[in-house]
């Protein structure tokens, strides 16, 4: 599957079966349903990939500060792009993770 593929996705009611946590939260961010996607990341916050979804959700949320913090959890700069693009390009990342 790729980012177009997985974007269509979103055109239904449930996600696809057997997505990867990070996946799944950024299948219901993209949704609208933000406290869902927050509340998967929340569950996986121990990893700095899992932190950049989260940093992501917090830019989406309009509180850049903590956004600030989960970035720098993760290890990365702020990002600097659209949040479309931040979000395809995460979408990407961990569509490629879960074909390992």
């Keep these: ?17 057997g997505l990867i946590p990070m996946l799944e939260a950024l299948w219901f961010a993209r949704k609208g349903d933000w406290e869902r996607a927050h509340a998967i990341v929340q569950e996986h916050e121990n990893d700095t990939t899992s932190a950049l979804v989260h940093a992501h959700l917090h830019r989406v949320e309009g509180d850049l500060s903590n956004a600030g913090y989960w970035y720098r959890r993760a290890g990365r700069k702020p990002a600097d792009v659209t949040l479309d693009d931040e979000w395809r390009a995460l979408t990407a990342h961990f569509l490629e993770e879960k074909k390992e």
């Design 1 to 17: 599957m790729n980012v177009q593929d997985f974007e269509r996705t979103t055109l239904r009611n449930k996600p696809p079966s």
